[in-house]
């Protein structure tokens, strides 16, 4: 064989291989690009596919932060590369005040206006309380307190304690004389910093942080909480033909529930 035309070849499959192997690592870019459905994020970012669409991969966020939770998403982790992200178990968000990791964004994926409020004076504060990184949940089945062991870890470590995770106090069928102390979650309040979760005392903890959209349901008109001001207030918007009507719509429930007749 001519050496030209070995040499020719030989340079032909090496091409061939390289572009083999980019296109290989190509793909994987690709695929890590995409939206990953259960990443947390930063306070203050903005919904996934707006956020994924608007950050820059600058990782001002990553430096900003004092206490290092945040990290930038690499090849091989299966997030967007490049992307900051926080790992509550190991990292979790410790609820800085002034927020280091927001103001700092050049490109508006996290959203001070998210994260912030007016104060009595009318100027605009950032407010940590209002994040909404995720929201706990809590495996009942491996929970320590709801088996009747006393356990608070979680409830002590979050930063809103009693309006984030409450106690509610109920009895032990299984002696009739223990009292169980179970944590509960509040979604309105829950700010998804995963506090909770790295305090967990089981080997996998019981109480996690998801992204709210996974977890959260969603009613509808029909169904209205009578005793919630807020709630009702949906019926204002509500189209006529979902509103039941009734005789008894008219009256003061406390009237028609005192009749001796229905």
Not at 250 to 256: A, F, H
């Amino acid at each position: 064989m001519m050496p030209e035309r070995r040499a020719f070849l030989i340079n032909s499959i090496r091409n061939l291989g390289l572009a083999a192997s980019g296109g290989m690592v190509w793909s994987v870019f690709v695929e890590e690009g995409k939206s990953a459905p259960f990443i947390l994020r930063p306070p203050g970012a903005l919904p996934e596919a707006k956020f994924i669409a608007s950050c820059i991969k600058c990782g001002m966020c990553v430096e900003a932060c004092p206490y290092d939770a945040l990290t930038l998403a690499e090849p091989g982790d299966n997030k967007p590369v490049g992307t900051p992200y926080f790992i509550p178990r190991t990292n979790p968000c410790y609820m800085c005040k002034d927020i280091p990791c927001v103001p700092v964004c050049p490109s508006g994926a996290l959203d001070a206006s998210l994260v912030s409020k007016k104060d009595l004076n009318g100027e605009t504060r950032l407010n940590i309380d209002l994040a909404k990184m995720g929201l706990a949940v809590i495996d009942r089945e491996t929970c320590v307190a709801y088996a009747g062991i006393q356990c608070d870890a979680c409830y002590r470590a979050c930063p809103l304690i009693d309006k984030a995770i409450t106690v509610e106090y109920t009895r032990l069928e299984r002696t009739g004389k223990h009292a169980i102390l179970a944590p509960v979650v509040h979604s309105s309040a829950c700010t998804g910093c995963g506090l909770c979760e790295k305090a967990c005392v089981t080997k996998k903890a019981s109480i996690f942080i998801l992204p709210r959209e996974k977890v959260m349901g969603e009613s509808d008109m029909s169904y209205i909480k009578g005793w919630d001001a807020q709630d009702e207030e949906r019926l204002r918007e509500a189209p006529e033909e979902v509103t039941t009507k009734t005789p008894r719509s008219s009256k003061n429930p406390v009237d028609y529930l005192n009749q001796e007749e229905f």
